[in-house]
């Protein structure tokens, strides 16, 4: 790839890291390398194996350009010392002697000057303010203003004064210091070097106009969220504090969701996937040095957990000490001391952070912990508990306690299920079957509110009518006087769950006409389907008049439109079906019976019966509906219903678990609450019960004082010492180790 082209850059940067990819010691951008050792000794050896793996691909160096077993030296625009990082006292100088800018060039220039070096300035963000606002708006005459050019001798002065930033060790406590202003916020990565916190890097950001007008909670907890965001890459798998000024955020992440805006549950939701260590620190002594020196005193003298604990949980692991013995695993165990009491803890160092070894009767507890704080996936949970603590078959455990997890089975929604589409069986004559529904409320007209509908499911013959009211005995009378009286009594009238037809007096109504009444289950409209796609033209068409309020006026025509269509399948319409001839409508030009054949009374009896009983009923057409039905719904003992009614905000999608009492292909029969009641498939899961109990040892200190962690019941465990019983751990109860001696 020869220089010059646009990507030639890109290609010969991979190609440096594929050459320095096993070679931890030696950096390189570009062509500038940076080769850096502990000691002398070492060094040699880095150079030589260097300039080796440079020499068997071909590379040269000119000898001119290089510097050989320094201390301190200028790299990419900074100054590397044993120290730490700073920018080059040359590039400073000019920058100090760069005068007021008198153009937007100029000003754009001064900038990027700044940008360059503006993670050794704390608060850069807030103090560019006056700078960045002269930016804005149309080009016109240029003029800073006072403001302006007070913030650019204040930029000079940090940047004189720049910090020395210390570098990154995967050993060392990590703790970020954030502060949110009414324009700009702010944090700090620092990093705890001989009981004293020093800073790794800067981060500031000026607030968006919206931004500015959030609470100060809000704009306290969105510090922290792009601070995070921003240290991603150094924080990810590193256990680390929060420190803020604003005291309600230690305990966000521990209060109902409810109590925030959306915008503030992601955030908090993002920040638990990194930590839940939020502590309160003053004001004045969260900003400079000063307040990094009153910090270092008591910083990790709070412990999360009994080390002792661990240690003795460890001991007793016979999975941990069938490990140390064979040396048959890829974990790399060592012992190292807990930073608090220095208590030396299994930990496995196949990574940068030692990860402590956890106990079989802790796993549980531990994932709790890191689980309970946002509920992520299985995946994410893994990912979380991993950069951070090691077992066996942790994979395994975790995407099993995710699947087990109640709050999780309630709140999620994944694939609902959709079971194939079901079909009534088909009845042996007219108006043997009905299905009957209400339309409403719907604006007044003429006094009426609602309409009464029934259906025939064998010719689809439908009625509509008008009613004052939906009470039981409205329902009963127009059941009556509109159907039962015209085309007799069904034997099976199919209905929803409304409070009309499960009133004692339709259902003596259905005893005395001698039907039987099949009753939906509820949210679950398809089981009505017919009735319901019949709601759906009617009211299409009382809307394409020109007055829909007035829809008592136009109900008539349009049910005459309705019952004169041609259904597709049927190659004919209701009105046929029912009265053995089309129906005339308004303004057809030829009658069409005028050429037919004239039938006295007898014969158009005889041949009306005999067409009418060679007619059958049409199959319901077929449906192309994606189907997914889980599998371990056939077996599960216990369920989740979906709630389909109207729910408060931040209410769980499904409630349950419930019973299950017998299955059918289409609905469940569930007890719940102590009823029997049935349910549609669809608006059920599996439910996947966890059936271990989080108890584990706690305080386990000496021999008469034991914890089990399985259930109080196990009769196995009755003896003769004393037993303490340990509690789940609170959510802020977590294991800190590191790995400084």
């Known amino acids: 790839m020869p220089f010059g082209l646009r990507n030639a850059a890109q290609t010969f940067q991979r190609f440096i890291d594929n050459l320095l990819r096993d070679m931890p010691f030696a950096q390189g951008y570009i062509d500038d390398l940076l080769i850096a050792s502990p000691d002398l000794q070492s060094h040699e050896q880095h150079v030589q194996a260097v300039l080796k793996r440079l020499d068997e691909h071909g590379i040269n160096i000119h000898q001119s350009k290089c510097v050989f077993g320094v201390q301190t030296l200028e790299f990419l625009g900074h100054t590397i010392s044993p120290e730490g990082i700073k920018p080059i006292k040359k590039e400073v100088d000019t920058i ?9 060039t100029q000003l754009r220039s001064f900038l990027g000057l700044i940008n360059f070096y503006r993670r050794f ?33 204040q930029l000079k002065d940090k940047l004189a004064q720049a910090t020395t930033l210390i570098y990154p060790n995967s050993l060392s406590p990590l703790a970020l210091m954030v502060d949110a202003s009414d324009k700009a916020v702010g944090g700090t990565l620092n990093q705890l070097v001989k009981n004293a916190w020093k800073p790794i890097a800067f981060f500031s950001k000026r607030l968006a106009p919206a931004e500015t007008r959030y609470s100060t909670f809000g704009r306290e907890l969105l510090a922290i969220y792009l601070t995070i965001k921003h240290f991603r890459h150094m924080l990810e798998g590193r256990e680390f504090i929060v420190f803020t000024d604003h005291k309600p955020l230690t305990n966000a992440l521990k209060a109902r969701a409810d109590k925030y805006s959306p915008r503030e549950v992601r955030h908090l939701d993002y920040i638990s996937q990194f930590t839940s260590d939020i502590r309160h620190v003053k004001g004045q002594d969260n ?53 608090i009491d220095g208590i030396l803890i299994y930990c496995d160092t196949t990574k940068a952070m030692p990860r402590p070894f956890v106990p079989k009767n802790m796993r549980k507890l531990i994932y ?19 950069a951070r603590y090691i077992w066996p078959n942790l994979q395994k455990d975790v995407h099993k306690w995710v699947r087990e997890c109640s709050a999780c089975q309630q709140s999620k929604i994944n694939r609902h299920t959709n079971s194939p589409i079901g079909v009534f069986s088909q009845p042996d004559a007219r108006f043997a079957h009905v299905h009957i529904d209400l339309v409403g409320p719907l604006p007044r007209s003429n006094g009426f509110n609602y309409l009464f509908t029934c259906i025939d499911r064998f010719t689809r013959f439908p009625i509509a009518i ?3 009211d939906i009470t039981a005995e409205t329902v009963a009378k127009v059941f009556m006087q509109n159907w039962v009286t015209i085309f007799g009594t069904p034997i099976t009238i199919t209905t929803d769950r409304g409070a009309q037809f499960e009133s004692e007096l339709f259902n003596n109504l259905a005893k005395l006409l001698g039907s039987n009444r099949i009753r939906c289950t509820a949210y679950h409209p398809q089981a009505n389907g017919m009735v319901e796609r019949f709601h759906r033209q009617l009211k299409t068409a009382l809307i394409s008049h020109s007055n829909p309020n007035q829809w008592t006026e136009f109900l008539p025509l349009v049910m005459l439109g309705i019952r004169t269509s041609v259904k597709t399948d049927a190659q004919c319409s209701a009105a046929e079906l029912v009265f053995g001839t089309t129906l005339r409508l308004p303004g057809e030009f030829i009658n069409p019976n005028t050429n037919s054949q004239k039938l006295n009374l007898g014969n158009y009896v005889d041949q009306l019966r005999d067409h009418m009983s060679r007619l059958k009923p049409i199959n319901t057409r077929e449906q192309s509906r994606a189907v997914y039905v889980p ?12 709630c389909d009614k109207i729910k408060a905000p931040l209410s769980p999608p499904f409630e349950g678990p419930f019973k299950v009492v017998s299955r059918k292909s289409k609905y ?10 049935t349910v549609s498939i669809d608006r059920l899961k599996p439910a996947y019960l966890d059936h271990e109990p989080p108890y584990v040892l706690l305080d386990r200190l000496t021999d008469k004082s034991i ?14 010492k004393t037993v303490r019983w340990a509690h789940p751990i609170s959510q802020s109860r977590m294991l800190t180790v590191s790995a400084a001696g």
């Open 121 to 153: 300035i704390p608060g850069c963000a807030q103090l560019m303010q006056p700078l960045t606002d002269s930016l804005k708006g149309k080009p016109k005459e240029f003029k800073l203003s006072s403001d302006a050019i007070e913030a650019i001798k």
């Open 96 to 104: 100090k002697q760069y005068p007021v800018p008198s153009s937007l």
């Open 368 to 386: 709790n912990n890191f689980h309970s704080l946002s509920h992520p996936g299985a995946k994410a949970s893994t990912k979380l508990i991993n």
């Open 707 to 720: 914890t089990e962690s399985k259930c109080k019941n196990d009769k196995s465990l009755q003896m003769t």
């Open 287 to 339: 900003q400079a040095a000063d307040a990094l020196s009153r910090l270092e005193m008591n910083v990790l003298q709070q412990s999360t957990v009994n080390f002792e604990t661990l240690r003795h949980e460890q001991e007793q692991d016979l999975e941990l000490q069938n490990l140390l013995k064979t040396n048959n695993s890829s974990l790399n165990l060592k012992q190292f001391p807990s930073p």
């Open 631 to 642: 599998k371990d719904l056939s077996n599960c003992t216990h369920v989740w219903i979906r």
């Open 668 to 677: 469940f029969v569930i007890e719940k609450h102590g009823n029997i009641d």
């Open 466 to 468: 008008p009613i004052a």
